[in-house]
């Protein structure tokens, strides 16, 4: 069986890429079997199953030597009877590099500690991180085959597993752009912790898209002619949101359980050739479809989110019912469903190396495009008491965060609540520190206002100002706060 899985993902590395030394990926699955020789899971697999499982799901995500090897060998130190020395004259310095830290990085308990703990691991978890991406990607894929496994386990041990995939590992997901695996890794958590609203939800919703099928392909039809008819090649497909995701929104109060409120449940996902493309599609949708004018159109095209996310989302009235279609290229849409993945090709051939100093002073992470990543390291740094570290983070990094545009159309993640002072001082320490007013959108506001997601805040600096001590009432990120105590202390 274990040869069965071996020979598929050997299939699947020869279709996408000719440059992995199958004969080395071969040399590394014995090894990793004479690793676990005898050892089982609980669900009676051989342990090598797993290794290979976890090297197949990351083969769906990146074809890479190092990281195909580091995921068939994840456990062998860990739990196997391999020492590092011995994986490094084997294969090198990198797939141990990989290995070691992802072992180091399932050591980390997020459940069960205390709060300081826990945010202790979750910094560590984030520099490691910033070493090697791929160190999180296996860890991310490890996560996944396990989730699969776990209703081998106790109830309690269910719960804790999946109360930190839903805590640490979908939100880090969802920040490295990988949709796919975010929405995955919650509905699979969520059937643990909440079965009955877990089964709610998808009742409501399968009811629904029983209704709507009809609707949906023939709206479908509809639009494919359309594009043809101005020679726009594309493909359209529908997508329905994950189960996790649709019962968050459904226990908001404003939609309280009506999924006619609900307008993404189902969309429709139209790939196009190029950006021009995207537009004219925009073009033709809403010649087709009467756009909602309350909802209207999210030109991430154009404004790519902090994530790196781009796509056009137009919501329309189609039949019966409002629907979003979104546009977008297919580079696009590989980036969305797979992240960092997507372009660590691009990443790796820079050919950059990080040197443990570099990241200790907080610069350098592999891809600009992941501030978060960077600031949580800057941040990890400066701070002296690990209470205060806990609190920055959970008002900084786990909460739901909003995207402010400068006016030159920067992008910059806040956390929510966050006002213009936080703001300027996300900008600049200077523009914080002269910081008079505030426009949002063409319009003045205080500096207390709570600002939005999508908003463009322009700062109107005074020639010589002190910051007031008043504004440390109202600022929310640990940045402000910091600069605030020290210039008016
Ligand atoms: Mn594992």
């Given at each position: 069986?274990?040869?069965?899985?071996?020979?598929?993902?050997?299939?699947?590395?020869?279709?996408?890429?000719?440059?992995?030394?199958?004969?080395?990926?071969?040399?590394?699955?014995?090894?990793?079997?004479?690793?676990?020789?005898?050892?089982?899971?609980?669900?009676?697999?051989?342990?090598?199953?797993?290794?290979?499982?976890?090297?197949?799901?990351?083969?769906?995500?990146?074809?890479?030597?190092?990281?195909?090897?580091?995921?068939?060998?994840?456990?062998?130190?860990?739990?196997?009877?391999?020492?590092?020395?011995?994986?490094?004259?084997?294969?090198?310095?990198?797939?141990?590099?990989?290995?070691?830290?992802?072992?180091?990085?399932?050591?980390?308990?997020?459940?069960?500690?205390?709060?300081?703990?826990?945010?202790?691991?979750?910094?560590?978890?984030?520099?490691?991180?910033?070493?090697?991406?791929?160190?999180?990607?296996?860890?991310?894929?490890?996560?996944?085959?396990?989730?699969?496994?776990?209703?081998?386990?106790?109830?309690?041990?269910?719960?804790?597993?999946?109360?930190?995939?839903?805590?640490?590992?979908?939100?880090?997901?969802?920040?490295?752009?990988?949709?796919?695996?975010?929405?995955?890794?919650?509905?699979?958590?969520?059937?643990?912790?909440?079965?009955?609203?877990?089964?709610?939800?998808?009742?409501?919703?399968?009811?629904?898209?029983?209704?709507?099928?009809?609707?949906?392909?023939?709206?479908?039809?509809?639009?494919?002619?359309?594009?043809?008819?101005?020679?726009?090649?594309?493909?359209?497909?529908?997508?329905?949101?994950?189960?996790?995701?649709?019962?968050?929104?459904?226990?908001?109060?404003?939609?309280?359980?009506?999924?006619?409120?609900?307008h993404d449940l189902v969309a429709l996902r139209v790939i196009v050739e190029n950006i021009e493309d995207c537009y004219a599609t925009l073009g033709i949708v809403h010649q087709l479809f009467k756009p909602v004018p309350s909802l209207g159109v999210s030109d991430f095209v154009a404004q790519p989110k902090p994530n790196g996310y781009q796509s056009i989302h137009a919501k329309v009235f189609a039949l019966k019912r409002v629907i979003e279609v979104q546009i977008r290229t297919e580079e696009m849409h590989q980036e969305a469903e797979w992240g960092i993945a997507a372009h660590w090709h691009y990443v790796q051939k820079k050919g950059k190396e990080i040197s443990d100093e570099k990241i200790e002073r907080g610069f350098s992470v592999p891809d600009e495009k992941i501030n978060w990543v960077r600031e949580l390291v800057a941040w990890q740094k400066e701070v002296v008491d690990s209470k205060e570290f806990l609190s920055s983070l959970k008002l900084d990094a786990l909460r739901k965060r909003i995207f402010i545009f400068s006016p030159q159309g920067d992008v910059y993640d806040l956390p929510l609540g966050a006002t213009p002072v936080d703001f300027a001082y996300a900008v600049h320490s200077d523009l914080g520190n002269n910081c008079q007013g505030a426009r949002v959108d063409g319009q003045w506001v205080s500096l207390d206002y709570q600002l939005k997601s999508g908003q463009a805040v322009e700062i109107i600096k005074a020639k010589k100002r002190k910051p007031s001590r008043d504004w440390l009432d109202f600022v929310v990120t640990k940045r402000a706060r910091d600069k605030l105590k020290k210039i008016t202390s």
């Open positions: 069986m274990s040869e069965a899985k071996f020979n598929q993902l050997v299939l699947k590395v020869k279709r996408i890429d000719n440059q992995v030394d199958l004969a080395k990926l071969k040399e590394a699955f014995l090894f990793a079997q004479k690793a676990h020789l005898g050892q089982k899971r609980l669900s009676g697999a051989d342990f090598i199953d797993h290794g290979l499982n976890t090297a197949l799901i990351l083969s769906d995500w990146l074809i890479d030597e190092d990281l195909l090897i580091a995921g068939l060998l994840h456990d062998a130190v860990e739990d196997g009877q391999v020492t590092s020395q011995q994986l490094e004259k084997k294969f090198g310095k990198t797939v141990t590099r990989l290995v070691m830290g992802v072992t180091k990085v399932r050591g980390l308990k997020f459940r069960g500690s205390n709060q300081e703990v826990f945010v202790e691991n979750l910094r560590k978890l984030i520099i490691t991180m910033a070493k090697d991406l791929r160190v999180v990607l296996v860890r991310l894929a490890d996560r996944w085959d396990n989730l699969q496994t776990l209703y081998v386990h106790s109830p309690e041990k269910q719960a804790r597993k999946a109360k930190e995939t839903l805590e640490v590992y979908a939100p880090l997901a969802d920040r490295l752009g990988m949709t796919e695996i975010k929405s995955f890794l919650e509905d699979l958590s969520f059937i643990y912790l909440q079965p009955e609203e877990y089964q709610k939800t998808v009742d409501l919703a399968i009811k629904f898209l029983k209704k709507a099928e009809v609707d949906l392909k023939q709206t479908k039809r509809q639009l494919l002619s359309a594009l043809a008819k101005k020679s726009v090649s594309a493909q359209i497909s529908a997508r329905t949101k994950g189960v996790y995701s649709l019962f968050n929104k459904l226990s908001r109060e404003e939609v309280n359980w009506d999924l006619e409120k609900v």
